[in-house]
Nanobody, 121 residues
Framework: QADLMESGGGVVRPGSSLTLTCTTS????????VAWFRQAAGKAREFVAG??????KYYADSVKGRATISRDSAWTTYLEMNTLKPEDTAIYFC????????????????WGQGTQVTVSP
């Protein structure tokens, strides 16, 4: 069983909304920083959004104002994306870091398998 599991991806039209879900089977979730990254074809993996255990949130400039990250007590993290654009097309990954906030994917200890989001007319 994977440490983290993403769901909620799909094919949507520009301007649509989508909510991605990340569930974890590992107990460290409660004291860890949880983030969403994405990787488009032929590009490097990039930070999208992250949330501390105390609820503080961080967003990449590319999604600020269009994305909302949240987490609940059931070890689940959500990423709501609104006004989706074709450039949001990518595989979205959930990741957990024990070291706190970072936009560097190398700082993360656990990763999910990813969920594909395709934004196309």
């Amino acid at each position: 069983q994977a440490d983290l599991m993403e769901s909620g991806g799909g094919v949507v039209r520009p301007g649509s909304s989508l909510t991605l879900t990340c569930t974890t089977s590992i107990r460290i979730y409660s004291s860890s920083f949880v983030a969403w990254f994405r990787q488009a074809a032929g590009k490097a993996r990039e930070f999208v959004a992250g949330i501390r255990p105390n609820g503080n949130k961080y967003y990449a400039d590319s999604v600020k104002g269009r994305a909302t990250i949240s987490r609940d007590s059931a070890w689940t993290t959500y990423l709501e994306m609104n006004t989706l654009k074709p450039e949001d097309t990518a595989i979205y990954f959930c990741a957990v870091s024990r070291r706190g906030y970072s936009t560097d994917s190398r700082e993360y200890n656990y990763w999910g398998q990813g969920t594909q989001v395709t934004v196309s007319p």
